[in-house]
């Protein structure tokens, strides 16, 4: 009897550091499905802004580009998210807006581009388009 309790005496205080090692890989999961879920959250958060963005300017063509962008930049502002760039062609108005979502684990800052295009539904048209692209990611 006498060998069995000095061996597991080596032993004493393991399953204090197993528990620790498995609190810290629960903790760094969580943190991490945290992150992702934020930057996800900011890609929907941008779409919609670029979409509305789009529409409210091509309500606007026909009052002219300045007039068009000028909406765009209220809308996406309201949202937000900041115009990037507004391009327009005929009748149609292209838009992209990025939108800053902090993320924890030193990261620091991702930002999200999205762009959207709107203009008058017809033969020749496009109602509305919207995509996405990480600049962080590249």
Known sequence: MRKWSQAGERDRGAGTLWVLAFTAIIWLGGVTAMAIGGVRAARHRGDAAADLAALAGAARV?????VACASARSIAAESGARLMRCAIEGRVIDVS???TV????????VRV?????AG???QESVAW????RCTECQ
């Open 120 to 122: 008058p539904v017809g």
């Open 129 to 132: 388009r919207s995509t996405t």
């Open 102 to 109: 902090r993320v924890p684990l030193g990261i620091d800052a």
């Open 62 to 66: 026909p009052d002219g580009a300045g």
């Open 97 to 99: 807006v990025t939108l």
């Open 113 to 117: 581009v999205s762009r959207a295009r």
